[in-house]
């Protein structure tokens, strides 16, 4: 089973400064890391993933994470807030192993955490 | 490229009728698509999984019966609402997995409310 933990349902910071959210999570098997974000009434759009390789990944919009295996962690950051990162944003994990075959639909399903509000202000 | 739709994006109805959501994946093939259901302020919780030409795998506590879920072409999922009632009206998300490394891409959502 996995699970996602995102330390802090609302995070408030100001326009510039650096933007940090926390995602822990927990999985038996190597996991896939993503980060979502959504604006209101919208769906979700994908910030960043980690599959393999480099444990830093960069994103769109100027986010990026790091995958740190001994914290299970997979924390957000931005160096400098914009008015339009004003959203929810999801950490997301789904089992590695199930990437590599071409089986039953549902092992490729992803577990959310509850989510963080971003608001920045101006 | 990667761009899933999603139509109606909301739609109205009344307790007891039935109303379908679609989800296309309008540029790549997706053998798998997912239904999720988001209450305000919450996180998706994933409702079912459906692949192309079998049929779709419920989560626990989610009725088959209620919510019909048809993955007809490797483009097209669709969700039926059935005999809806005030408290299935939610925000419903679709995505679609393209293959590789495992992301889902989503649909725009549909906003459901049942009068």
């Known amino acids: 089973a996995q699970s996602v933990t995102q330390l802090g349902s609302h995070v408030s910071v100001s326009e510039g400064a650096l933007v940090l959210l926390r995602c822990n999570y927990s999985s038996s098997v190597p996991p896939y890391l993503f980060w979502y974000v959504q604006y209101p009434n919208q769906g979700l759009q994908l910030l960043l993933k980690?599959?393999?390789?480099?444990?830093l990944v960069k994103g769109i919009n100027g986010f990026e994470a790091e995958f740190k295996k001994s914290e299970t962690s997979f924390h957000l950051t931005k160096p400098s807030a914009h008015m339009s990162d004003a959203a929810e944003y999801f950490c997301a994990v789904t089992a590695a192993w199930a990437q590599s075959w071409s089986g039953g639909g549902s092992n490729y399903k992803l577990t959310f955490g509850k989510g963080t509000l971003l608001t920045v202000n101006p | 490229g990667a761009v899933v739709s999603q139509h109606p994006s909301w739609v109205i109805c009344k307790s007891g009728t039935s109303v379908k959501i679609e989800c296309r994946s309008l540029?790549?093939?997706?053998?798998?698509m997912f239904w999720y259901r988001q209450f305000p302020k919450q996180s998706l919780m994933l409702m079912a999984t459906?692949?192309?030409?079998?049929?779709?795998?419920?989560e626990q506590g989610v009725e088959k019966d209620k919510f019909l879920i048809n993955h007809a072409s490797l483009t097209l999922s669709t969700l039926t609402v059935t005999s809806a009632h005030p408290e299935d009206s939610s925000f419903y998300i679709c995505?679609?997995?393209?293959?590789?490394?495992?992301?889902?891409?989503f649909g725009p959502g549909t906003r459901l409310t049942v009068t």
């Open positions: 995505s679609a997995r393209s293959g590789g490394a495992g992301e889902q891409y």
């Open positions: 980690y599959t393999t390789g480099a444990t």
């Open positions: 459906s692949n192309e030409g079998s049929k779709a795998t419920y």
């Open positions: 540029d790549f093939q997706a053998t798998t």
